[in-house]
């Protein structure tokens, strides 16, 4: 007779802006059965635009989540735009694109480290984070701020950059490509790796077209989606690069699909660095008209979605926001039946960065009994342990 | 600038035009037809058939969908990405007032599971044959009826009260009973 | 009581609470844990329970769904301990105000189950590292002080 438990996980765990909570239905190691809450994160973002001006808004968006805080306010941005058919100048259509591809590198550098924590490798954790120091240098010099970098404003950018400032990003980002070579070898040569996240987690095409999944986690199963290719944003048909994918659909990857992504975006700044434009930053806009609106942008997890109605008036009617998080979070019930439960931790993450992994809370319960079994650490620690016996097995 | 446009004003063009084509007389009105979006109201009755031959067109997914509060309903809006195209087919249908019902598209997409519970929590939209219709956004606590995006709730007036708070420590339960 | 406070001076630990941020201080957070400010130096280090903690860093709005959460945690943590609010949404929901999710204010939530509790504020949005840094030493002070 097979004995079935719930594994709680959660919900302090936020991965993106909403925190969850997860219920694993095991039976011996075998996850069978997945559900998750979400709320813990839910802001009422939405209903909070509506009584803001259209000016105002940006800065309310940049906090729907603080590593896609350039992501989130060019959406939105762009989706004004449209409604108001503002020509942007070039120099702002530049200056984005590096801000956007600085933020891209930050978040996957940051996502290779916690997956490294996940899998007990914590040199992988410190390196990846101590390297990505240069980058929000890079992001501190560009817009004065290591997060939140209130960037964006309808029309154009609301700061313009220095030719020093140009060089000094230049130059943190040509440091920043020996490291990731270094960081790309030690994951993708790994043979400890390999087994640990080869054919792990694997989203089938099929089900990443059913789930609508975006980003990392669809090009990891060899989907070439990228909006900055398919509908072009910002300066992204004016320099040369490439859309990364990754067959197979497994945990690997996405991980190699993330680092090499980092090499494109060091490709983009240093062309956009080059190339830039002289002139004007910023398009007056005088009022927006009724009409709707739809933004895109390629954020670092995948696509964000903002759709925005006016009617003339200076505040949005309506203003919906679609992370990418909320399309490939429920990835996971298609990705994560038929794990064990070591691996779970990881494929979770595989999805998306959990920054504040560390400090979620877990219990699990037994379902009949309803008496503790693992806690956050004691999961960790499963994960970390298997790594160590494949370790020894090589 | 008030410009009505009555349909046959927009002529069907390009990549957007060959989609609302494909949907036949499912379409009741279209509002924009341009090189890379498109929006149109189609029939209610209608919303699974369109949203199978949808899902049946190459390169496209379900982005998102949108619920707005309008004079007759609730306009529910569904977003569908073309890749690579790079164009966006905007869909409304009308929930009409009182019941607020349209056909839900769950088990025909599952991108539309998340954002049809995210609708029904903040909008009171229904949707008829929902495989799991349980709350997703908002809290536990929150009372059943009370719709935060609708334009009469004002956000700081009409909040709910907060549940009563567990006041003394001792009272904790701390879930590591046994051992 | 003394010697618990003797002992709580050195070697904080601490725990993280997300109650609805939007990860900006929580990358900050973690940012501390990493070479470049390295708050080991200080003997601190995140645990993986309240249990362990003597330190709280909550981040965020406390959502309305958190709020109970949260004080499950402030309650299961070991006492004495400190709660360090981090950010302007902890300190006091900075622009969220007026949103509709909204639970008290982390510091009022936390009043809420023990009116003693200590709490430190770290203002910013989000706040630096060093500020921070700066918080848990002026915490590490004022144990002394009790």
Known sequence: ?394 | MTVVQTETEIPLEGFVGEVFKQLGDAVLEVHQCEARRGIVRIDPRRTVEVAKKMMAMQGSRLATATGIEVRDGIDVLYHWAFEPAGAVVTLKVLARRPELEVDSIADVVFAGNWIEREMHDLLGANFRSHPDMRRLILDDSWPEGVYPLRKDFDQVEDRPPLPPTQSSPDVATDGREGK | MALKMWALRKSLWVYHVNAGACNNCDIEVLELLTPRYDIERFGMILVGSPRHADVLAVTGVCTRQAMPRLQEVYMQTAKPCVVLAIGACANAQGIFTEAYHMGLPVDEAIKAVDPNAIIIYVPGCPPKPESMIDAAVKGMELLKTL
Not at chain 1, 165 to 188: G, N, R, Y
Not at chain 1, 271 to 294: H, L, N, R, S
């Open chain 1, 1 to 394: 007779m097979s004995h079935r438990t719930v594994v709680n996980i959660g919900p302090f765990h936020p991965l993106q802006e909403e925190a969850e909570f997860y219920q694993l239905y095991v039976e011996g190691e075998t996850v069978v059965d997945m559900d998750v809450r979400i709320s813990y994160n839910h802001r009422g973002i939405e209903k909070l635009d509506e009584s803001k001006t259209f000016d105002q808004v940006p800065f309310v968006v940049e906090r729907v989540c603080g590593i896609c805080s350039a992501s989130h306010p060019l959406a939105y941005v762009q989706a004004v735009e449209e409604i108001a058919h503002v020509q942007v100048p070039e120099r702002a259509l530049y200056l984005r694109t590096i801000v956007n591809e600085l933020e891209r590198i930050q978040s996957h550098m940051l996502w290779v480290g916690l997956a490294g924590h996940f899998l007990g490798y914590n040199t992988v954790f410190m390196w990846a984070w101590k390297y990505r120091e240069p980058c929000t240098d890079a992001l501190e010099i560009a817009t004065g701020s290591r997060v939140s970098y209130a960037n964006c404003k309808i029309g154009g950018v609301r700061r313009d950059m220095t030719n020093e400032q140009l060089k000094a990003i230049d130059q943190a980002v040509t440091e920043q490509q020996e490291p990731l070579e270094m960081l790309t070898k030690a994951v993708l040569d790994d043979p400890v790796l390999h087994a640990r996240l080869k054919n792990v987690g694997v989203l089938t095409p099929e089900d990443a077209k059913s789930y609508g999944a975006l980003g990392p986690t669809v090009r990891g199963s060899g989907i070439p989606i990228d909006v900055r290719r398919d509908d072009p944003y910002a300066a992204y048909d004016r320099v040369d690069w490439e859309v990364i994918t990754a067959p197979g659909g497994d945990v690997f990857g996405k991980a190699v699909v993330r680092l090499l992504e980092c090499f494109e975006a060091i490709k983009i700044i240093k062309q956009c660095v080059k190339d830039i434009p002289g002139g004007e930053i910023d398009a007056k806009v005088e009022a927006i008209p009724p009409g709707e609106g739809i933004g895109r942008v390629e954020a670092p997890r995948g696509e964000t979605f903002h759709y925005v109605r006016s009617d003339g008036s200076n505040r949005p009617v309506r203003h919906k926001i679609r992370a990418p998080s909320f399309n490939n979070v429920p990835t996971f019930k298609a990705s994560c039946i038929g794990l064990q439960i070591p691996d779970v931790a990881i494929t979770l993450a595989s999805v998306d960065p959990c920054y504040s992994c560390t400090e979620r809370m877990c219990v699990a319960v037994d379902a009949q009994s309803r008496k503790p079994m693992y806690n956050f650490a004691e999961l960790v620690k499963l994960s970390q342990q298997k790594t160590q016996r494949l370790l020894k097995q090589w």
